[in-house]
């Protein structure tokens, strides 16, 4: 192939006749390269997902410049960013974003923690180990709907698990979703019981792919088991911890099913509202297409906020 | 990696191509789900319970007399219509129409505006029920010239149900509670004096609030002060009042799980006879009397809401039509049904509600629906539901709920509520 | 002091042995080699001596103190591993002095000064800011043996630390850990499954095959005076020759050789039957065969034909096949001086002294007898 070339080279210099033969040789490796013959396996699936995808987030942006709602067509004559200034006016959007950004970071941060914590003792060699580990990993295999159900039981105020053993301590029975100042608790408190077995895992991989010897060496050394673990095992997760609290993340932005299968209706209970919620009722039961778009882009962005450091992070990685 | 020089490979490759392309169109084929269905689609909110019953016994008659007509009749499941109104809502902007829909007229209309079809001619002049609707009824049904709706049968807002064995034990005799303020006394002699829950509510969604404030508006400063509210010139005080008294009530004589739950389980706390009474739209009586141990008159009676006494709230069940119909024959025929006297007879007995032509034998429906309906043709005063699309624009109404929701759902805000109802209902 | 004794030591895995009753003792700056083919159980033992496993039965001490039960932590000794254990994640310096940091009576400066005069030592003191992944082999292994140098404890373990290093670095290596081992004065127990670390470096060696201990001895009493066949085959390289037979009238009667046995061979070999020659290949006499001399071979002479020559430059590995038949297999391996070459298919005559002949049980493997050491010629230090 190479001496190919050089004869085209040297015949391009050779005069216009032949620069006829030069671009449709191009042409056809072009057409025979892998790309282009490769394209009709990555070419349907670009498609649909360019269509289905990226051309419905590319509609959404369109009718969130407008100010469609209710029943009619959206009118792009008048394109104006009044839906995202309505929107950063409101005070409900402002306290949904609020807590969901708590629900974000509280979720995400409790269910690392207690991911770790498991992990370690799992590595550390408890006994049934495997039991116990599919055992945390569970709940991951239910849908929200059930654990939300699960959990609306567990903490209903007249006879709930959760109220059974308050009030056999003496306390009086807490309202746990009813009360606006501890219900974003509650709901955290059950996503990370969904959850927390995935970070559990990550650690536990990341964990066991550590040579055993760096520990040994450690004990020689003379460090105790917990200086170990802080120094020297736990600095070593951070790749593995970046990717779960990825994972973890975009399952808080996620938190709608769990939130709507409480409720049953658009309005989750006070003080748990999110972004997500609010979008859907926006949008679902008030009709207010472009309010609902508008919500949506926002939503958009946070969620790549949350993924462009750790795409950055990655990028340089691979780069050093 | 394919080596250029093969043919050989390119069959396999295009065979390939073919197979994915049929594969392609066959799913988009099936995704496009078309309601294809020729004749009659009506969609309605029934899902359970004495709806259920009623809407079937309806469509059973339908079917009989109109057996050449073929009819599809759907429910969408949720508390308070919010499911259906969301799949007409989504069914109407992608322009797919039903034929018709139950839904609640008035002010509810609004969100429907320039997509109705006008039955005046063809339904309402044709069978004459102008003449023998009540007129309330008839005003509700009218919308920006038009009549695109026929009623099917009506709720009273302002009741107070209550387990007679309760009051007695309580010493309290219901005819005596003529004002809000008797109410309370009441309650909280049951309170002290008896085991049982003095009031059954449900608190999971707000217009479950937002429905008993307006009957304590109402007994407390007149049906006029609610009026003028929903114009959009509330008493500011007034609703204060109303809002504190339902605050009493909320926080010391209700169950204590009564923000997890809806109106009913509510009402399964009174039938179980272990609350004293309820306030609810007479929906509640259907599930009174599918309790065969709970019976009108015996173990559970009624009176008008505390200081409503000559006043009907007024809710109303109707099935609307989209213009741009995909059946107009059927669908006029089916409206026409709806304003029968036999459909209105079947569906409110088994529904619990009250017909609206004027020219039924009360004898023909249940005892305490025809209590009920004797009210209907016979009250001073017949303010539309709040809660329930008649009194306000649906937009506004859900600003009402957010308002109750945000700031009187524990914890309790009467100012803010009072001054969120109100920016609610003045735009 | 940093003695050591091991008594009666044994390690059982489940069912596997893996240490089996071995009693040693090591004195104070020793530098003692244990070494064996794999899974003889000598990592086993240095994991015991460093804490990492608990022997199931026997006693372990280390200055005089009972050390089964300490933990690691406690045992005041140093580890350098296989494959280094550095702490990826932090810098040399940091690893350097991670040891120190649970060592009593150092300030931060203190330890800060302490890694840099080891790190420079050990030539290492320009790395002291990068992370052990930028290090080449040789230099991790040096960081490796810092960090165990920094801390100053009585012993230092070992574990096949150049095994992973390639075969020039593995020579100077050698040369640097003698030295090192020297200055600093410390009990060393390193462990290794090449018999030349174990000749060059130790200043005695430990054999160890299948749990058990072979034999312990300075180098070349193990080299000249094996205690049974296993040691004698493991030392030294290449590997001794052995001839399998038995016990004839004059001497020996093996597959391909007949070879009488002298006096002292006779009085020791005694009854015994099922025997074992052995002879190291340096030992083995090769001359090109003449044709005049052919029918004139000696008792402990035999015709044979040379069929590979390794040429090493300093010497030659000759292998060699019985003249006689046409065998595909070599029956002894011998060893000239460089200069001496023989090429493939020649004939030889191969002469074995008796002098250098060692015995053994064909079914014990124990050592019949060894080879004559003329004590004042040969072992002059």
Known sequence: MATHDTTEATDSTTGPSKEVVTWKTKLRYFLNSDFVRSSPYWGIPFVLMGIAVYGGIGYNLAISFTDYAGIGRPEFSNLSLEMYRTALADGSFRQAAFQNFVLLVGFTSVSLALGLFLAVLLDYGIRYKETIQTIYLLPMALSFVVTAQVWLWMYSPGNGVLNVFVTALGFGSIDWLGNPRIALAAVIFALVWQFSGYAMVVFLAGLQSLPSDQFEAAKVDGASTAKTYIRIIIPQLKQASVGAAVVLMLFALKAFDFLYAITGDYRPPNGTDILATLMVREAFQYGQWAYGAAIATMLLLLSLSVIAPYLVYQYRQGAL | MVDNDKLVDGIGRRTYLGGIATGAAAGLAGCASGNTADGLEVLHGWTGGDGADAIETLTDAFEEEHSDIDGTFEAVGGDGNVELNTSILQRLTNENPMSSFANWPGNNLERYEGVLMDLEEDVWEAEGLKENMQDRAVELCTFNGQMPAVPIGSHRLNNLFYNTAAFDEAGIDAEDLGSTSDLLDALETIDQDTDYVPFAHGMRSAFLGLQTWVQILASQSGVDAYTDFIEGDGDRDAMIDALETLQEIQENYITDDASAIGYTQAAQNLISDEAACIHGGNWLYGMFRADDDFNYGEEWDWIPFPGTEGVYFYHLDAFVTPGDNPSPEETVEWQKFVGTQEAQIEFNNLKGSVPLRTDIESDELADFLKMTYEDLLDSDEYPPTLAHGLAVEPEQQNDCEGAIGDHFMDPYDAEAAADGLLDAVSE | ?381
């Open chain 3, 1 to 381: 002091m940093g003695s050591i004794q091991l008594d009666h030591l044994t390690k059982r895995f489940g069912e596997t042995v893996a240490v089996e009753d071995v009693t040693l003792d090591i004195a104070d700056s020793e530098f003692l080699v244990l070494v064996g083919p794999s899974g003889c159980g000598k990592s086993t033992t240095l994991r015991m001596l460093a804490g990492l496993e608990t022997p199931t039965a026997g006693d372990l001490y280390i200055a005089g103190e009972h050390m089964n039960y300490r933990v690691p932590q406690n045992r005041d000794i140093a580890m350098v591993f296989q494959d280094y254990a550095l702490y990826p994640h932090m810098t040399i310096h940091e690893n350097v002095r991670f040891g120190l940091e649970e060592e009593a009576g150092y300030t931060d400066s203190e330890m800060d000064e302490r890694v840099e005069e080891v790190a420079e030592t050990l030539g290492i003191d320009d790395l002291l800011d990068r992370k052990p992944g930028e290090l080449s082999g040789g230099q991790q292994q040096r960081v490796a043996l810092g960090r165990a140098i920094v801390r100053d404890p009585e012993v230092f373990l070992m574990d096949e630390p150049l095994a992973n290093l390639d075969a020039k670095l593995r020579a100077k290596m050698r040369t640097e850990l003698q030295r090192l081992q020297a200055d600093l004065d410390v009990t060393t127990v390193y462990v290794t499954h090449n018999q030349t670390e174990a000749m060059t470096m130790g200043d005695r060696i430990a054999v160890l095959n299948d749990g058990q201990l072979q034999q312990v001895g300075e180098p070349l009493e193990l080299y000249h005076e094996p205690a049974n066949q296993f040691v004698a085959g493991f030392i030294g390289e290449p590997m001794m020759n052995f001839l399998h037979g038995n016990r004839a009238d004059a001497g020996f009667v093996g597959e391909h050789i007949e070879y009488p046995f002298d006096e002292r061979l006779e009085r020791a070999v005694d009854g015994v039957d099922d025997l074992v020659l052995g002879v190291r290949p340096e030992a083995v006499d090769v001359r090109r065969a003449d044709e005049s001399s052919a029918p004139n071979l000696g008792p402990h002479e035999f015709e044979m034909t040379v069929s590979v020559t390794e040429t090493h430059g300093d010497q030659n590995i000759l292998s060699l096949t019985h003249a006689a038949e046409s065998v595909d297999h070599d029956v002894l391996r011998a060893v000239t001086d460089g200069m001496h070459i023989v090429k493939p298919g020649e004939p030889v005559t191969v002469a074995i002294d008796p002098e250098t002949i060692h015995v053994f049980d064909g079914k014990t493997g124990k050592t019949i007898c060894n080879r004559r050491i003329e004590t004042a010629r040969e072992l002059t230090i």
